[in-house]
């Protein structure tokens, strides 16, 4: 078995490393924000690049490359096993219209403008704040040195998010079926849930394991990696048997 990870967007390989470690085995890091992907077609043909045709593969999604890998798992029959963490089951049209998303999206990572990196790092931990090397590594992955402003900004490229964004309303991956193969979703329980959410846990496939961490947010795989490992060990050696 071969296991493939696909990050949220703004994600990295610094952000899975902690996670690699206390699984305790080999995941690859696939990055979609780097292809302009606008049609499912295009969607299946980057992923076809990315792995082995002839080898069994688990595949990991966070947020909406959870939603990605929800789809591509229901088009991909090497992928043998699929866990989300805390994505792949929002209707997103009950959550914000598509416009909406779209331009809030684009001012935010326009806001994310830095002088330094250190300023990213403050920004993203707060001041007092004392992030391990590897955290630190990923805030500073995350962004890119732009010549004609002269400061940093998000290593992402605007259309080839939003172009992302409005595939994801297209393939509706709250309704992909996935059909005999195991199924693992991980997200946080929250204390005061919206009803979207709610709902949308809800009317989670029966068949898909749920489990849902005390004390954790969106982020969760990089807030508590040896929880989350835990939980995927455990299941896998369910699956295993």
């Given at each position: 078995?071969?296991?493939y990870f696909i990050g949220g967007l703004g994600g990295n390989g610094y952000h899975l490393a902690p996670l690699i470690d206390e699984l305790g085995f080999p995941v690859t890091f696939l990055d979609p924000y780097r292809e302009l992907i606008q049609t499912e077609k295009d969607l299946r043909a980057w992923f076809q690049g990315q792995i082995d045709q002839a080898e069994e593969i688990c595949l990991l999604g966070h947020s909406l490359g959870g939603d990605l890998a929800r789809y591509l798992a229901a088009e991909f029959p090497q992928i043998q096993a699929l866990i989300l963490l805390d994505g792949g089951y929002?209707?997103?049209?009950?959550?914000l219209p598509l416009e909406e998303e779209l331009e809030g999206t684009s001012s935010f990572m326009q806001q994310q403008v830095f002088s330094t990196l250190e300023e990213a790092v403050l920004a993203e931990f707060g001041d007092g704040a004392d992030p391990t090397p590897i955290a630190r590594k990923a805030v500073e992955a995350s962004y890119r040195?732009?010549?004609?402003?002269?400061?940093?900004?998000?290593?992402?490229?605007?259309?080839?998010?939003?172009?992302?964004?409005?595939?994801?309303?297209?393939?509706?991956v709250n309704q992909v079926l996935i059909e005999d193969k195991p199924v693992l979703f991980i997200g946080p329980r929250y204390h005061e849930e919206p009803e979207w959410r709610k709902e949308a846990l809800t009317q989670?496939?029966?068949?898909?394991?749920?489990v849902l961490l005390e004390g954790l947010g969106h982020d969760l795989y990089t807030q508590a990696p040896k929880r989350v490992a835990r939980e995927i060990n455990i299941w896998l050696k369910n699956v295993h048997k």
């Open positions: 078995m071969k296991y929002l209707d997103m049209e009950k959550i040195w732009n010549p004609v402003s002269e400061r940093y900004e998000l290593n992402l490229d605007l259309e080839k998010v939003l172009a992302l964004l409005r595939l994801r309303r297209k393939i509706k989670l496939d029966p068949k898909i394991k749920q």
